[in-house]
Structure formats: structure tokens, C-alpha cells
């Protein structure tokens, strides 16, 4: 028999048997929509909601390290962005670059607010402050492996600072490293916009290294962030196994990560709750019809011709519910969409079709499906036709 034959048979008997087809297929819609709402929530939510928290900071891990070659050994396994970087215990006020307040030029009480960081060169693709810095260059440029005619080393000032100090472009001062006023040359290599977001002045990781063999205690104080928010477990666990001291917001993260699991979890329940509700109900469909196989198996159908029957009668059912339930699965989203644009503040959020859960969820029930066959086939082979044909 042709698949199309097997298809329109199986129509057939759907229409036969409407009422019972009807009651299973509604509450098969409703959890077929449910699960295509978590999973998608599982894949897509869960990343929205971490770029928010990476807007406002709550997904930074803050790592303290000695050597850059330590950092370098992480973002080869786990790419990340590298957000502040400042040097742990040490002030670095404008002093440590031998301002003083009497330099100051109106508001001298201000010099004090003045903070200094760290620009790591080996990480610049995603190397947050490098990339501030190289977009909002005022004066001068922006070029840290470069060094001037008398080897001195760049630093690049926010323009806040450099107007109270009366620095610009080109300017050279002296870096201070170490509590017996040592120092190396430097250079003003650029000015930058101020943003509250960063520190007012960044001296180039080569001033840090002599800063650190100057003074071996120092440390490098770092935040960091993921590129994938999925991967911030995986760094966390890292850094505890290298014995690198992180501080984060566990609280923020593991309500998240629980979140994460709880959505495939239950994506998981629905599926096999779903691969059930099927399983039964082509056994409640073959015990009604019991009678009618056994005497198409009389007459000459083969045990897999009634399989495939059953086979075409989960693929229309899955087809039917499947259009009802993206409609529905894609009404419930939006309402989830406008809660959490609601409660994360987002603007020019649009809730989109769940195209990659639908498939994906499509695939994961044709294995249930195949499951149900299965399942099907061992309960009707030991079903004996002569004796079927005697009892009706």
C-alpha cells in the first residue's frame, strides 16, 4: 500500500472516531504549547535576562591574579569581556603620576576622585575599556603597543581629569612605582570622553609589570563577564579549581541557573507526559477498533501495514496540534515577553515566532512517536485474530 493510501486511511479513522480524537488532541495541544513556550524560554530567555544583567553588572565576577598569563590561560577556554581592571591595595590617585593638588587648576578638591586602571594589551577584541577608549578619543590616539623616541611608556587621561590638571595630548609625566619614588617616563598618548563607567586615567600593562616587580604583593583586580551567560558556571568552577579568588553575585546567578534547568526539566516532563498521553491513545483507539484490524489482518494486511496506520494517525494528529499550538504557544510568549520587558526595562523588544523550538520540539516527538509505534507493537502482537473473530 502506498504512504498516501495509509494517510488517507488514517483521516479515515480519525473521523471515525472523532470525539475520542478530539478530547486527546485538546489537551495535547495545550501541553505541546506549553512545552514549545519552556523550551524556547530555556534557549532565549535566559540569555535576555543575562544581557540585562550584564548592563547593570550583577553577572560580573571580579577575579584577582597576580600574572596576566593567568587570564590569558582562562579566555583561551572561556572567551569573555574584560570590563575594569585596577590594581588591588594600591591608591592610584593622580599623585601616582606626580600631580598634586597645588597643580589643580579651579576645583582642587576634586583630585581626590580621581582613579587610575590597568589597560591589558593581549585582550582587546573584547577588551571593554580598549574599546571605549579607541571610540572616544578627543586628542592624540589611541596606539598601546607604540612607545615614544625616548622610550617612554603611554597612558591615556579622561578629559575631566586632564582639564582640572591642565594635562594634553603629548604631555610627559612621571609614573610612580614604587614607596621610594621610583619612577619610568610616560607620556600622555591620548585624551578620552569621561564616563563614569571607568576609571579617569589607564596606564599600558607594560607600566603594571614594572609597578608589580617594584612592589611583588600587587595584584591585578579584574572584572570579567562571559561572552555566553551559560559559560559563567563553567568560569566560576575554573577559577575555584586554579584557586583563583573571584567575587560575584551567587545569589543573582544560581536563581538564574535554577531557572535555566528548571525550563528544560519541565520541557522534558511535558515531552514524556505527551509521549504517554500518545501511547494511549492509539491503545484506547486499537481496542475500540480491534475488530476492524483483525479482520483486515484476516483478509491480508500485515502486521505493518496496521503499524503504519497507527504511524500516519500520530503524524496527522502531531500536524494538527502542532498548528494549533504554535498559535497558542506563540500568544502565551508574548504575554511572557511584555512581563519580563516589563520588569527588566526593555525597550523595542519583539517578541518573535519560535521557529527553533517548534523543530526542535517536532523532532523530539517524532522519537516519541517512533516510541509509541514501539510500545504499540509488542501490546497487538500477542493479540490472537481467530480468537478476536469467534468472541465478535
Known amino acids: 500500500m502506498k504512504i498516501k493510501n495509509y494517510f488517507i486511511l488514517a483521516v479515515q479513522e480519525i473521523r471515525a472516531n472523532f470525539l475520542l480524537f478530539v478530547f486527546y488532541m485538546t489537551i495535547f ?22 544581557s540585562t544583567m550584564q548592563k547593570i553588572g550583577t553577572d560580573n565576577i571580579i577575579i584577582s591574579i597576580e600574572k596576566t598569563s593567568d587570564l590569558e590561560q582562562i579566555a583561551k577556554v572561556i572567551p569573555m569581556r574584560l570590563y575594569e581592571c585596577k590594581v588591588k591595595g594600591y591608591e592610584f590617585d593622580p599623585t601616582r603620576l606626580g600631580l598634586s593638588q597645588n597643580e589643580t587648576t579651579r576645583d582642587s578638591s576634586s583630585f581626590t576622585t580621581f582613579s587610575g586602571g590597568v589597560l591589558l594589551k593581549d585582550y582587546q577584541p573584547n577588551n571593554q575599556v580598549a574599546l571605549f577608549i579607541s571610540n572616544n578619543i578627543l586628542s592624540g590616539e589611541f596606539a598601546p603597543n ?25 604631555n610627559k609625566l612621571h609614573f610612580i612605582v614604587s614607596e621610594h619614588k621610583n619612577s619610568v617616563p610616560i607620556y600622555v598618548q591620548g585624551l578620552f570622553t569621561s564616563n563614569t563607567a571607568f576609571s579617569d586615567y589607564y596606564i599600558s600593562e607594560e607600566i603594571y609589570n614594572i609597578f608589580n616587580f617594584n612592589n611583588a604583593d600587587s595584584k591585578l583586580q579584574i572584572t570579567v563577564s562571559p561572552l555566553r551567560f551559560r559559560d559563567i558556571y563553567s ?34 516532563i511535558l515531552l514524556t507526559a505527551l509521549s504517554g498521553i500518545l501511547f494511549h491513545l492509539l491503545i484506547l483507539y486499537y481496542n475500540r477498533r480491534t475488530t476492524f484490524f483483525a479482520m483486515c489482518q484476516a483478509i491480508g494486511m500485515s502486521h505493518g501495514d496496521v503499524l503504519m496506520i497507527l504511524f500516519c494517525i500520530s503524524e496527522v494528529i502531531l500536524l494538527v496540534t502542532t498548528i494549533f499550538s504554535s498559535a497558542l504557544s506563540y500568544f502565551v510568549q508574548y504575554k511572557i515577553e511584555a512581563y519580563i520587558n516589563k520588569v527588566f526595562l526593555f525597550q523595542n523588544v519583539q517578541v518573535r515566532f519560535p521557529f527553533i523550538s ?18 504499540v507493537s509488542k501490546t497487538i502482537k500477542g493479540i490472537n485474530i481467530n480468537e478476536l473473530l469467534r468472541c465478535e
Open 235 to 268: 568560569l566560576i568552577n575554573m577559577l575555584r579549581k586554579l584557586d583563583i579568588p573571584c567575587l560575584y553575585s551567587e545569589q543573582t546567578i544560581r536563581s538564574t541557573q535554577m531557572m535555566y534547568v528548571a525550563f528544560y526539566i519541565s520541557t522534558i
Open 358 to 375: 517548534l523543530i526542535l520540539i517536532i523532532f523530539l516527538l517524532q522519537l516519541c512517536i517512533l516510541f509509541a509505534i514501539k510500545k
Open 146 to 170: 607604540s612607545q615614544n623616541t625616548e622610550d617612554a611608556l603611554p597612558i591615556w587621561i579622561s578629559s575631566s581629569m586632564a582639564k582640572a590638571f591642565g594635562i594634553d595630548s603629548g
Open 29 to 50: 495541544i495545550l501541553l505541546l504549547s506549553v512545552s514549545i513556550t519552556f523550551l524556547d524560554s530555556a534557549l532565549f530567555l535566559t540569555d535576555k535576562i543575562a
